[in-house]
């Protein structure tokens, strides 16, 4: 089965994953920018970090045969130094403008305070400028409340719903971020997050309709084959083959051919 995934950090991963990857079907790959684990203290090095997604990363998945498109923002978790993401904001619409980027993101909560809602209303703005949808991450603690905050904060904005990608649900949240209108990214993880289990019960109580699953496959004990360990476990209770495809490929190309960009 072809696969489409939709969130995967392979800045953080080896040219061998590239390669297994490519072996277990995925044929485009969506990389958003991130927090690297050491927080940036010059905006420099935000734009060295994005060139390197737009170009040596999407060469590098070529080599293997997958497609790479990214998503590009000041992310939560650095933006809450106040005066760094004033500088990478005033930069960023230059890198909007290239044909690989398919959303502004990652955006959203981490410590889910004032100064990261400013700069995800800055943002979110853009991305209705661009034309673009935007990514949502959505904070590891408070996970509920943040989502909650999130959605009142875009709907205060008359932001359609339907051009946002809320990501890291989990099982009490995918319902809220349904109802809301947005799509439903779920990362599914070895140790934290979602195993494939909580992953396939979660789909088994929403349905398959605007819903994603990724492997996030970025520093920590991540797997970047956990779609398609996902994919094994919702075969071996039944899952129609029919639905599989809308999960790994139907659902995340609809997403972010909201862009135009996609080729």
């Not at 099982?171 to 396939?200: F, N, Q």
């Amino acid at each position: 089965m072809r696969i489409f995934e939709p969130h995967a950090h392979m800045y953080a991963r080896t040219t061998q994953d590239y390669e297994a990857l490519a072996k277990s079907g995925v044929e485009v790959l969506v990389e958003p920018a991130f927090w690297l684990g050491e927080t940036r203290k010059y905006a420099g090095s935000f734009f060295d970090y994005f060139d390197h997604l737009i170009n040596y990363e999407h060469s590098r998945a070529a080599r293997y045969g997958i497609k790479q498109y990214v998503t590009l923002a000041m992310n939560p978790k650095e933006s809450n130094n106040y005066e760094l993401a004033q500088e990478v904001l005033e930069e960023l619409p230059r890198y909007l403008e290239r044909p690989t980027v398919v959303a502004v993101g990652e955006v959203g909560f981490d410590a889910i305070n004032a100064t990261e809602e400013e700069f995800f209303v800055k943002q979110a703005e853009l991305a209705r400028q661009f034309k673009l949808p935007i990514l949502i991450h959505s904070p590891h603690l408070g996970k509920f409340e943040g989502i909650k905050r999130l959605i009142e904060v875009l709907q205060g904005m008359n932001f359609d719903m339907d051009q946002v990608l809320m990501d890291h649900n989990v099982e009490d949240t995918t319902p809220m971020s349904l109802k809301a209108g947005c799509w439903a990214g779920h990362t599914v993880y070895p140790i934290s997050k979602l195993s494939p289990e909580r992953m396939a019960n979660i789909l088994e109580d929403n349905g398959y309709d605007r819903m994603m699953i990724n492997s996030a496959a970025d520093w920590g004990p991540s797997d970047p084959l956990m779609v398609t360990h996902t994919l094994a476990e919702l075969r071996s209770r039944g899952a129609s083959e029919k639905n599989l495809e809308k999960l790994v490929w139907d659902n995340p190309w609809a997403f972010f051919s909201k862009s135009g960009r996609l080729k």
